[in-house]
């Protein structure tokens, strides 16, 4: 079929995983016991009094927030094609006559006169983007409970199961909610012991308004959270239903909810969607209307399916109510045990890849919030251990190979209305949801975001053809479901050509570390489109300084008050010196005969302006040294810094000089800024080998500032790409792969001199098992392919190994 055709309605992991990503293959069926001495838990002594307490479960495309509330148990829902709106072309059909008088403006040094002709004639339409949802909250109310005692909630990161414990006199209670990705349900299991379980469910519709328990203003959430009274509930609201919305018994056992995407922005809700409930247990189970009864049970099972009519970014006539039906039944007509056996194989042969021990103690017996709030006084080794293994289950739970890719709240949100729309913002925090999959070895996770790009080399294509008349395909500062590809919000924010280009660095990634052709075949149509865009559009510096984009921004980031608008950042010749660069490689790799194509892209990528260093010593963000003079000298973007990380352009080893004006542009920017910028520069200053300086970052990263209570970033608000960028650099001070080189223990923090990493992973195929111990490295295993010869650097020492006849290699 073609790439039109292929869905994620064809959700087949297994036997579709090894012809998307065969390089993995080897790996994905080799599940270990590695982490049976970490510490793979978060827990705490109360319910989820905020919406940032609760516990997320997700298989990729089915998430829950689980509270743990005694009276009334609370499961927020989300199904993650749940956006608003439909199919739409949002290019704007001025924007390709405005194009050349903007760039004149540009080289006349105008720039709020090309930022206004920006707004008026480039700017997509609607000037947004189409908001991520969510499927609602089942509300489970428990009759003839009195109280709550010896309460304990927790989430196991090693079988991906919240749970929560209590006993209400002689009753004992449990609850455990999974997502289970070999079976696409919800489960939900409730028991009672010495007494016996009498509830309602129902369903509440995702309203506009937030729910008043939840923290989704930005405040800083409690970290040490009181107690919530044991018989709290919410009100069920059933008089807000929209008029859409259907809730009715389906069968002698189960509820069934039908309703409708919203509209935004004008562009018309196109969706259906369907959550079923099945109920399965000993006791009288009565569907009364919009609501299931059980009584006198002592066992129950609800078995949670939630389904979108959405079948890719142009067609919208899936049956969700089948497909829900079709799943709830499945899964009822096997026990219990099997369901939960086959969700924790299918977690635990991707999640067990990876163990990591940070220092030599017994395991925290603090619950995770206690720690959380003394994070930046209290040094725990073990907390940064748990985050690396919270944002690898995270970036498990939310992309799987035929799933959406992770979104700016990953799979999780409360309303239809989340903070930027919680769709993808490609100029800095998609990709960095990607910077821990392959070093974090769950280079699967990728997949979802292949195929986003796939779409968008589409979308893409008739965007750079109505707004640029160039060829190839390119994206902007922003996507969503839809794929929408326009500029959006305005010049300050979305006038920027190099998203869809930054997008390419996660794929070329996956083959670094994963080396395949047939892969490799598959992305070079992605790279040479995205190298033509730039072939075409690509225009003169008046001042004779190369080849720069015109027009263009350095994200976010105003050069003079109120105006972004320029010609040629540091960022854009960064990622397009990439771009070109991969591109030539895979050009070269597969013997495309298109040898004029190559020379073009050589002769362009030669005249790309190089990296500057600016009157105050700094990297220059720009091709003029406006930044002593930039209005917000803290900025939480440092897109100029793209060439030392997540780039090697800039490194230690290279470029001595361009890292010291790094070091100078941080040290202006600040260690701590929003969750992901922080994580960003804890990164960076990893990268640079300065590890103290990282450690220091870090500690603020963990601290309940930069992470709430369940551990998820704190922008504030909620965004999940701090998570994943934390992970990501926590994984780097241990190992770091660039320029042909491993690098052990490169920014080895004085606060870990003892620990342990196995199944971390390294570019060209190779994964490395490593211990240390008094700050020095103990011993090294590495795996590959027979024979491979890999460079390893440990301080000053390099020295090159030959991996054995079964393709390991050992250093002690």
Same mark, same amino acid.
């Given at each position: 079929?073609?790439?039109?055709?292929?869905?994620?309605?064809?959700?087949?992991?297994?036997?579709?995983?090894?012809?998307?990503?065969?390089?993995?293959?080897?790996?994905?069926?080799?599940?270990?016991?590695?982490?049976?001495?970490?510490?793979?838990?978060?827990?705490?002594?109360?319910?989820?009094?905020?919406?940032?307490?609760?516990?997320?479960?997700?298989?990729?495309?089915?998430?829950?927030?689980?509270?743990?509330?005694?009276?009334?148990?609370?499961?927020?829902?989300?199904?993650?094609?749940?956006?608003?709106?439909?199919?739409?072309?949002?290019?704007?059909?001025?924007?390709?006559?405005?194009?050349?008088?903007?760039?004149?403006?540009?080289?006349?040094?105008?720039?709020?006169?090309?930022?206004?002709?920006?707004?008026?004639?480039?700017?997509?339409?609607?000037?947004?983007?189409?908001?991520?949802?969510?499927?609602?909250?089942?509300?489970?109310?428990?009759?003839?409970?009195?109280?709550?005692?010896?309460?304990?909630?927790?989430?196991?990161?090693?079988?991906?199961?919240?749970?929560?414990?209590?006993?209400?006199?002689?009753?004992?209670?449990?609850?455990?909610?999974?997502?289970?990705?070999?079976?696409?349900?919800?489960?939900?299991?409730?028991?009672?012991?010495?007494?016996?379980?009498?509830?309602?469910?129902?369903?509440?519709?995702?309203?506009?308004?937030?729910? !008043?328990?939840?923290?989704? #203003?930005?405040?800083?959430? =409690? +970290? *040490? %959270? /009181?107690?919530? $009274?044991?018989?709290?509930?919410?009100?069920?609201?059933?008089?807000?239903?929209?008029?859409?919305?259907?809730?009715?018994?389906?069968?002698?056992?189960?509820?069934?909810?039908?309703?409708?995407?919203?509209?935004?922005?004008?562009?018309?809700?196109?969706?259906?969607?369907?959550?079923?409930?099945?109920?399965?247990?000993?006791?009288?189970?009565?569907?009364?209307?919009?609501?299931?009864?059980?009584?006198?049970?002592?066992?129950?099972?609800?078995?949670?399916?939630?389904?979108?009519?959405?079948?890719?970014?142009?067609?919208?006539? !899936?049956?969700?109510?089948? #497909?829900?039906?079709?799943? =709830? +039944? *499945? %899964? /009822?007509?096997? $026990?219990?045990?099997?369901?939960?056996?086959?969700?924790?194989?299918?977690?635990?042969?991707?999640?067990?890849?990876?163990?990591?021990?940070?220092?030599?103690?017994?395991?925290?017996?603090?619950?995770?919030?206690?720690?959380?709030?003394?994070?930046?006084?209290?040094?725990?080794?073990?907390?940064?251990?748990?985050?690396?293994?919270?944002?690898?289950?995270?970036?498990?739970?939310?992309?799987?190979?035929?799933?959406?890719?992770?979104?700016?709240?990953?799979?999780?949100?409360?309303?239809?209305?989340?903070?930027?729309?919680?769709?993808?913002?490609?100029?800095?925090?998609?990709?960095?949801?990607?910077?821990? %999959?392959?070093?974090?070895?769950?280079?699967?996770?990728?997949?979802?975001?292949?195929?986003?790009?796939?779409?968008?080399?589409?979308?893409?294509?008739?965007?750079?053809?109505?707004?640029?008349?160039?060829?190839?395909?390119?994206?902007?500062?922003?996507?969503?479901?839809?794929?929408?590809?326009?500029?959006?919000?305005?010049?300050?924010?979305?006038?920027?050509?190099?998203?869809?280009?930054?997008?390419?660095?996660?794929?070329?990634?996956?083959?670094?570390?994963?080396?395949?052709?047939?892969?490799?075949?598959?992305?070079?149509?992605?790279?040479?489109?995205?190298?033509?865009?730039?072939?075409?559009?690509?225009?003169?510096?008046?001042?004779?300084?190369?080849?720069?984009?015109?027009?263009?921004?350095?994200?976010?980031?105003?050069?003079?008050?109120?105006?972004?608008?320029?010609?040629?950042?540091?960022?854009?010749?960064?990622?397009?010196?990439?771009?070109?660069?991969?591109?030539?490689?895979?050009?070269?790799?597969?013997?495309?005969?298109?040898?004029?194509?190559?020379?073009?892209?050589?002769?362009?990528?030669?005249?790309?302006?190089?990296?500057?260093?600016?009157?105050?010593?700094?990297?220059?963000?720009?091709?003029?040294?406006?930044?002593?003079?930039?209005?917000?000298?803290?900025?939480?973007?440092?897109?100029?810094?793209?060439?030392?990380?997540?780039?090697?352009?800039?490194?230690?080893?290279?470029?001595?000089?361009?890292?010291?004006?790094?070091?100078?542009?941080?040290?202006?920017?600040?260690?701590?800024?929003?969750?992901?910028?922080?994580?960003?520069?804890?990164?960076?200053?990893?990268?640079?080998?300065?590890?103290?300086?990282?450690?220091?970052?870090?500690?603020?990263?963990?601290?309940?500032?930069?992470?709430?209570?369940?551990?998820?970033?704190?922008?504030?608000?909620?965004?999940?790409?701090?998570?994943?960028?934390?992970?990501?650099?926590?994984?780097?001070?241990?190992?770091?792969?660039?320029?042909?080189?491993?690098?052990?223990?490169?920014?080895?923090?004085?606060?870990?001199?003892?620990?342990?990493?196995?199944?971390?992973?390294?570019?060209?195929?190779?994964?490395?098992?490593?211990?240390?111990?008094?700050?020095?490295?103990?011993?090294?295993?590495?795996?590959?392919?027979?024979?491979?010869?890999?460079?390893?650097?440990?301080?000053?020492?390099?020295?090159?190994?030959?991996?054995?006849?079964?393709?390991?290699?050992?250093?002690?």
């Amino acid at each position: 079929m073609g790439r039109m055709e292929t869905t994620r309605r064809s959700f087949i992991i297994t036997a579709g995983l090894a012809a998307a990503f065969p390089g993995l293959a080897k790996a994905a069926v080799q599940a270990t016991t590695r982490g049976a001495q970490e510490s793979l838990s978060l827990w705490y002594e109360q319910a989820a009094a905020q919406w940032v307490e609760a516990l997320p479960v997700g298989n990729g495309r089915l998430g829950a927030m689980c509270f743990g509330r005694i009276a009334q148990e609370r499961i927020q829902l989300n199904e993650d094609t749940l956006f608003a709106g439909g199919p739409y072309d949002p290019n704007n059909p001025l924007s390709l006559a405005a194009l050349p008088q903007v760039r004149a403006l540009i080289d006349q040094a105008r720039f709020s006169e090309a930022a206004q002709l920006i707004s008026s004639s480039m700017m997509g339409v609607p000037k947004t983007q189409m908001p991520y949802g969510a499927a609602g909250d089942l509300l489970l109310d428990f009759h003839g409970l009195s109280g709550g005692t010896a309460y304990r909630r927790w989430l196991d990161l090693d079988t991906a199961i919240s749970a929560t414990r209590f006993s209400d006199g002689k009753t004992q209670y449990k609850r455990e909610v999974f997502a289970s990705a070999a079976d696409q349900v919800i489960a939900i299991r409730l028991s009672a012991t010495n007494g016996l379980l009498n509830f309602d469910l129902s369903y509440r519709h995702p309203l506009k308004a937030n729910y !008043g328990v939840t923290d989704y #203003t930005g405040a800083k959430a =409690t +970290a *040490a %959270a /009181a107690p919530m $009274p044991w018989d709290y509930r919410e009100p069920l609201r059933a008089s807000e239903r929209p008029s859409s919305l259907s809730v009715r018994a389906d069968g002698a056992d189960a509820l069934l909810i039908e309703g409708r995407n919203i509209d935004a922005a004008g562009i018309p809700a196109a969706l259906r969607y369907a959550v079923r409930v099945q109920a399965l247990g000993d006791g009288s189970i009565t569907p009364r209307d919009d609501r299931i009864e059980v009584r006198g049970a002592s066992t129950v099972t609800l078995l949670v399916a939630a389904a979108t009519s959405y079948v890719n970014y142009a067609d919208v006539s !899936g049956d969700p109510v089948g #497909t829900v039906r079709a799943q =709830t +039944a *499945a %899964a /009822a007509a096997k $026990p219990y045990a099997r369901l939960r056996s086959a969700h924790v194989h299918a977690h635990q042969r991707l999640f067990r890849r990876l163990s990591l021990r940070l220092g030599s103690g017994a395991p925290d017996p603090r619950p995770t919030n206690q720690r959380i709030a003394v994070a930046e006084q209290q040094p725990d080794a073990g907390l940064a251990a748990l985050y690396v293994q919270y944002g690898r289950y995270l970036l498990l739970s939310s992309s799987r190979p035929g799933s959406q890719p992770a979104n700016l709240q990953g799979l999780w949100n409360e309303g239809v209305n989340p903070p930027w729309g919680g769709k993808y913002t490609i100029n800095i925090n998609t990709q960095m949801n990607y910077w821990p %999959a392959e070093s974090a070895n769950l280079g699967e996770c990728v997949e979802p975001l292949l195929r986003m790009v796939e779409d968008l080399s589409v979308t893409g294509a008739v965007t750079a053809s109505k707004s640029y008349g160039a060829r190839g395909w390119m994206a902007h500062h922003n996507t969503d479901l839809w794929r929408a590809a326009a500029p959006i919000d305005g010049p300050l924010w979305g006038m920027w050509p190099c998203g869809g280009a930054w997008l390419c660095q996660a794929l070329w990634d996956h083959y670094d570390y994963s080396p395949d052709s047939a892969y490799l075949r598959r992305i070079y149509p992605l790279l040479k489109g995205a190298s033509l865009f730039f072939i075409d559009t690509l225009v003169e510096d008046p001042q004779g300084r190369g080849w720069v984009t015109s027009p263009s921004i350095s994200p976010e980031n105003e050069h003079h008050k109120g105006v972004a608008t320029c010609a040629g950042p540091a960022m854009d010749r960064q990622i397009i010196r990439d771009l070109f660069g991969w591109t030539l490689k895979a050009h070269a790799l597969l013997g495309d005969s298109d040898a004029a194509f190559a020379a073009e892209l050589e002769a362009k990528r030669a005249r790309l302006p190089p990296d500057r260093v600016g009157a105050q010593g700094q990297l220059q963000e720009w091709l003029e040294d406006w930044d002593a003079g930039a209005p917000e000298q803290k900025h939480r973007h440092v897109s100029h810094l793209y060439g030392v990380y997540p780039s090697e352009q800039i490194n230690v080893r290279d470029t001595p000089e361009l890292v010291a004006a790094a070091k100078v542009t941080l040290n202006t920017r600040g260690d701590k800024s929003t969750g992901w910028a922080t994580a960003w520069r804890l990164a960076l200053w990893t990268r640079m080998g300065e590890g103290e300086r990282a450690y220091a970052i870090l500690q603020g990263l963990l601290g309940p500032e930069r992470t709430y209570p369940n551990m998820f970033d704190a922008h504030p608000p909620f965004q999940i790409d701090g998570n994943f960028g934390g992970t990501a650099a926590i994984l780097e001070m241990l190992v770091q792969s660039w320029g042909g080189e491993i690098r052990l223990l490169a920014a080895l923090p004085q606060a870990w001199p003892e620990g342990s990493v196995r199944g971390v992973r390294a570019r060209g195929g190779v994964e490395l098992d490593l211990d240390w111990s008094q700050g020095k490295l103990k011993q090294l295993l590495l795996r590959g392919q027979p024979g491979q010869k890999v460079k390893v650097r440990h301080g000053e020492h390099l020295t090159e190994m030959t991996l054995d006849a079964k393709g390991r290699a050992r250093m002690q």
